[in-house]
């Protein structure tokens, strides 16, 4: 069930609809179970443009067949609790939370997409030597190519070395 939500949700993110109003977001995969039996479904958070409900519910149909859809704006300060508490909610029955573990072990219940997926990595870092001082200093590299191309000759400048 997980693969194809998962398998599901790359498609939809590929479709002209979500390239058109998406540049990226993080999704969160919640598991919880019922008398009935697992219901594994994802919550996102994305950063883009409107998406009408119909059209949006309309996409998710043709993937998979289910009608589950549901929009709701947050802000933006929300985001990160809205996230987090399904990923620290607790499950009432241990041995239920036992076998959803072993059957979902190495699964990815969190996962940016698109620009967000780049929020992750940490920014590489090249080292700067000052023309003045000569003192070095790590700065981030897109720091630096800014640097070099300022036509007014503008150096950052550091007095103290790493």
């Known amino acids: 069930m997980l693969k194809k939500l998962l398998s599901s949700f790359r498609a939809l993110r590929r479709r002209k609809l979500w390239k058109s109003t998406v540049s990226g977001g993080v ?14 479904h994802l919550h996102s958070v994305i950063y883009g443009a409107f ?4 059209s949006l519910k309309a996409e998710w149909e043709a993937l998979t067949g289910a009608s589950g859809v549901y929009i709701q704006k947050i802000p933006r300060k929300a985001a990160v609790g809205y996230l987090t508490k399904y990923l620290t909610k607790p499950d009432e ?5 036992r076998e959803l573990s ?12 698109g620009e967000w997926h780049n929020l ?3 920014e590489k870092k ?15 590299e897109e720091y630096i190519n800014a640097a070099r191309s300022c036509r007014m000759g503008w150096r950052p400048h ?5």
Do not use: M
């Open 158 to 162: 550091y007095t103290r070395s790493p």
């Open 27 to 40: 999704f969160v995969v919640e598991v919880t179970v019922s008398e009935t039996g697992w219901h594994i």
């Open 102 to 113: 072993e059957e979902l072990k190495g699964a990815r219940f969190f996962q940016p997409f």
């Open 93 to 97: 029955d241990p041995e239920k939370l």
């Open 120 to 122: 992750l990595k940490p």
């Open 51 to 54: 998406i009408p409900w119909d």
């Open 126 to 140: 090249v080292p700067y030597r000052c023309p003045k001082c000569g003192d070095v200093n790590w700065l981030p």
